[in-house]
């Protein structure tokens, strides 16, 4: 007995131990009253210290698992163990059909599969290497040194006063009029887009949006089972006289869009255009769901102000953004800035559902925001990217034979084949040979989309990029010399 205890480099060993008797004594394997060795003993038996054996017995005594016994020492105590008839359910035949639906479109599940060894053009996520760890250390230890107690307990539903004070103050210099605007923190822009499609009324049942558009946008819109209406996009954005066209015949519920750095085409929607959405939208009195998607990373041309910024005093355009795309991902921290009436009413939806977004998380982020770090970052990484992303343009033009590209800026491009070319059939052939990238079908409204894919270089070497481009582009040239 006992010879089956291993022990894990990184982890106090007393936890450990503590554990493995505390498994034994569950399982059944050491029975009630059954004496323990002595502290000396297991301790020559495992090979560790009799201080490491007399604090794991210390802490299953005050569990309740262990007894002492003056003179006599350490025995089981009573432990309740049933075990119930054994069953085994098939649980597909009880899961809903939304959780079907969710598994169907689930790309991480079904998606092609690929090892860190290939090239892969797949994520639009920030490079981790540019993450500016240091600074966001300090941002930590100085914020646990002003009020560790208070961020370590439960939060607000709405979110972390300093950051939407911060918040509010940073999409007004970016042009928003924020009087009777207010904020709410989510965790990321999905649980945004999620909570305001679980709290609007769904009238008609149909949403209208730029035709590609955003895959997990997509996603909720048909897990919250919504029509689908697509507007194709041009070089400047989204066709405005074929969105006119769809208003004056539908009803809609809301509009969902991304007008700077669009997921997938890359494209940033014209200034003019900008207000002939807004003109079209106002007049017909429809909410606008506006994806706030990467508008830092502009690379040249002038700042254009957010349809929010248009929008001016008047609180139909509902504004979702986070630092995801550029800064850090895995503090999942997003935000939503709309009128207070709705937000009074979001916020309830949002403590019902997960309480409250990390107050470690957003307290931290406030005090990087805060002390300067973001500015000093995003020209590091403004740099870096702009380099990865001239650099990708200028090799598709050179290797790949393609009908239009897109990208204006961002993490991503978007590469238009010709039409009798199958994107998803060219995946295949280049996964063989060790790129992988996403086909455009997956972000289309419609079945469309099927001669298009997304290029995203931001986790990429120069020399991956360089290497990836040529592979995909010499497949393309042979898939389309044997179709001649």
């Not at 006992?2 to 008797?21: A, H, S, W």
Request: net charge neutral; aromatic share 12%; glycine share 8%.
């Amino acid at each position: 007995m006992f010879n089956d205890f291993k022990i894990t480099e990184g982890r106090p060993v007393y936890i450990q131990l503590k554990e493995y008797l505390k498994r034994m004594i569950t399982n059944g394997h050491l029975l009630e009253h059954q004496k323990l060795p002595s502290t000396r003993e297991l301790g020559s038996l495992l090979s560790i210290s009799r201080n490491t054996v007399l604090t794991a017995y210390a802490d299953l005594e005050q569990e309740g698992l262990i007894y002492a016994v003056k003179g006599k020492g350490n025995f089981v105590s009573h432990v309740e163990i049933f075990k119930s008839p054994s069953i085994q359910l098939n649980w597909t035949e009880k899961v809903n059909e939304q959780t079907f639906l969710a598994d169907e479109l689930d790309l991480m599940k079904h998606g092609v599969r690929w090892n860190k060894e290939m090239i892969s053009f797949n994520s639009i996520a920030p490079d981790e290497k540019l993450f500016d760890v240091e600074n966001f250390k300090r941002a930590f230890l100085n914020r646990m040194s002003i009020e560790g107690d208070i961020v370590l307990n439960y939060g607000y539903a709405k979110g972390y006063k300093p950051l939407i004070e911060y918040l509010l103050h940073y999409m007004e210099i970016k042009g928003v009029d924020t009087r009777n605007k207010d904020v709410l923190i989510t965790n990321g822009f999905t649980e945004g887009l999620d909570i305001i499609l679980s709290s609007l009324n769904k009238k008609s049942g149909r949403v209208i949006c730029e035709n590609p558009t955003n895959d997990s946008a997509l996603k909720l819109f048909r897990l919250h089972g919504y029509e689908i209406d697509g507007i194709e996009m041009e070089n400047d954005g989204v066709n405005v006289s074929q969105l006119e066209t769809f208003l004056s015949k539908k009803e809609y519920d809301f509009a969902y869009l991304i007008p700077s750095y669009h997921n997938p085409t890359g494209i940033v929607t014209s200034s003019k255009k900008r207000k002939e959405i807004m003109d079209l939208f106002s007049a017909y009195q429809l909410p606008i769901v506006e994806n706030g998607f990467n508008e830092e990373l502009r690379y040249s041309g002038s700042h254009l102000a957010s349809l929010a910024s248009f929008a001016g005093q008047g609180n139909h355009v509902i504004y979702i953004s986070s630092f995801s795309k550029i800064l850090f991902p895995g503090i999942r921290v997003g935000w939503i800035v709309a009128d207070k009436e709705l937000i009074y009413y979001l916020e309830s939806v949002k403590r019902a559902r997960t309480i409250h977004t990390s107050t470690l998380d957003q307290a931290v982020l406030y005090q990087y925001l805060n002390d300067g770090y973001f500015e000093k970052y995003i020209k590091k990484a403004k740099s870096v990217y702009k380099k990865k992303y001239e650099l990708t343009v200028h090799y598709c033009k050179q290797y790949i034979p393609f009908k239009r590209i897109t990208g204006d800026g961002g993490l991503h491009l978007f590469i238009e084949l010709e039409n009798h070319i199958d994107s998803g059939k060219l995946l295949e052939k280049c996964y063989q040979k060790g790129v992988v990238f996403l086909p455009g079908n997956v972000f289309h409204t419609d079945s469309s989309g099927n001669h298009t894919l997304r290029l995203g270089f931001s986790r990429l070497k120069e020399r991956e990029i360089i290497q990836g481009i040529k592979i995909i582009g010499d497949t393309l040239k042979i898939i389309m010399e044997a179709k001649k």
